[in-house]
C-alpha cells in the first residue's frame, strides 16, 4: 500500500502513543473526521492499525500485553472517567477485590476519600495508591510480582483470595471478544481474576472503549458471569444485545445513569450488600 503524507502522519502518531481517537487525529491533522475515518479505514485493511469504537490502535498480539507505562497513557481521560463512575456506585463501608490493571489503578485513585473499605488486591500499585487513605485496610495477596506491572500472580494468590468472600470484585480486562468472553494475556493472572470472580458477591467490569473486540490468548470468564459494566462510551455492535442477554448491568459515566434497572444509590447498595453477607452467615 502506498501512503500518502497524511497517512504517514496518521500512522506514525499512532504508533508513537499506542492508540488515538478519531477526534484526536483530526485535530492533529486539521482535517475533518470523515477523512480521519477514510485514512484509518485503509490502513486498517492493510493490518497497518486495529480500528476499535471513536478510534485506532496499533495491532496487537494475542499473546502479550503492552507495557506498563504504555498502558497507564492509553486512554487516561477514560479511565479517569470510568474511575469516577466506579466511585460513585462504591459504598462506603464495604469489602473490595481490586485486580492488576491501569484502569483499576485509576478507580483505586478515585477512592481515595471513601471511609471504611476493606480492599483486597493482588495490584502493588493499588496497594500503594490506597495506602494513602487511612480509613481503608489494605489487604495484599501473596504470590509472585510481576516484574513488569507490580501484579502479584500464581497459585500462592488463589490460595490467598480463597480464604475471603467480599461484597464486590472491581475488575480491569485486556479485550472483550465478540463471542462475549472476557480475555487476557498471563494464564497466572487469569487463574487469579477467576477465583476473585468466584470469591466476590457482586463483579463489576470495568473496561474503556479499546477494550472491545481486542483480542487475548486466555479466557477469563464470560459476560454471563459479571453483574455490571462500567465503561467510558456506548459499547459497539454487537455487544448492547451481548449485555442485554447476559442481564448485566451497563453505566456510562455521562451522569452516571446506567442502564434502566440501576436506580440504587450507594447507601441502597450498601444495605443490600450487608444483606447478602448475613445471608451467606452459617445459622448458629
Not at 71 to 100: F, M, W, Y
Not at 152 to 160: K, L, P, Q, R, T
Not at 210 to 235: G, H, Y
Request: net charge neutral.
Amino acid at each position: 500500500m502506498n501512503l500518502n503524507p497524511r497517512q504517514i502522519s496518521l500512522l506514525d502518531a499512532v504508533r508513537a502513543r499506542g492508540s488515538m481517537t478519531v477526534e484526536q487525529l483530526a485535530d492533529m491533522l486539521g482535517v475533518t473526521l470523515q477523512t480521519v475515518r477514510r485514512d484509518t479505514q485503509r490502513l486498517a485493511e492493510a493490518h497497518m492499525l486495529t480500528r476499535f469504537h471513536g478510534g485506532v490502535r496499533v495491532p496487537g498480539s494475542t499473546t502479550e500485553n503492552i507495557a506498563h507505562r504504555q498502558r497507564e497513557a492509553l486512554h487516561a481521560d477514560g479511565k479517569t472517567r470510568i474511575a469516577q463512575a466506579v466511585a460513585a456506585q462504591v459504598p462506603d463501608g464495604c469489602s473490595l477485590i481490586l485486580n492488576i490493571g491501569t484502569t483499576t489503578e485509576a478507580i483505586a485513585k478515585a477512592l481515595l476519600h471513601h471511609r471504611g473499605l476493606r480492599v483486597l488486591t493482588n495490584n502493588l500499585h493499588v496497594a500503594t495508591i490506597l495506602s494513602a487513605n487511612a480509613d481503608c485496610e489494605v489487604i495484599v495477596a501473596g504470590g509472585a510480582v510481576r516484574a513488569r506491572d507490580l501484579g502479584i500472580v500464581g497459585e500462592a494468590a488463589v490460595d490467598f483470595i480463597r480464604q475471603f468472600k467480599v461484597d464486590i470484585a472491581v475488575i480491569g480486562i485486556s479485550g472483550i471478544e465478540a463471542d462475549g468472553t472476557l480475555r487476557d494475556f498471563d494464564y497466572r493472572e487469569v487463574k487469579v481474576a477467576q477465583t476473585i470472580i468466584a470469591h466476590s458477591r457482586e463483579v463489576w467490569l470495568a473496561a474503556d472503549a479499546s477494550k472491545f473486540n481486542r483480542p487475548a490468548m486466555v479466557e477469563v470468564a464470560k459476560l454471563a458471569q459479571i453483574d455490571r459494566l462500567f465503561t467510558d462510551v456506548p459499547p459497539p455492535v454487537p455487544f448492547p444485545s451481548l449485555l442485554a442477554e447476559a442481564n448485566v448491568e451497563l453505566t456510562l459515566p455521562e451522569a452516571l445513569h446506567p442502564a434502566p434497572a440501576a436506580t440504587a444509590t450507594a447507601a441502597d447498595r450498601r444495605g443490600r450488600l450487608h444483606a447478602v453477607a448475613a445471608e451467606d452467615k452459617p445459622g448458629p
